[in-house]
């Protein structure tokens, strides 16, 4: 990780959670990578979230769009799920994660990463106000 003062400019950083994503350096329940391999700015990204266990979403693989802008990683990505799901910050019309309903946008800082995004998702599919609410059909796409 870099220096305390230091700023790891967005292409570094971008290439270093790439590498991380590739490794699956985390527990196997969120994966992620790019979109298309050729995207020079590495901006589209797509991230996948397994269901956590003892809730509505036991079993099923949710995929997730992210669009890291210009201004990435000091300003959060767009967030958006390909997968339909019924959760408290997703747009049932659209999929979009709304930022003010996600803790982890809401209060976004640079160290935060994608992995963390997913990771605050799936945490969020746990909590009581998710774990019960009914889903739509098992693979439905917005």
Known sequence: MAQAGVVVPRSFRLLEELENGEKGLNDGTVSYGMDDADDINMTNWTGTIIGPAS???DGRIY???LKCGEAYPDKPPTVKFATKINMSCVDGGTGQVDPRKFPVLNSWNRQYTIETILTG?????????????????EGSMY
């Open 55 to 57: 809730t509505v979403h």
């Open 63 to 65: 995929s997730v769009k």
């Open 121 to 137: 998702l799936r945490q969020l599919m746990m909590q009581a106000d998710n774990r019960k609410l009914p889903q739509p059909a």
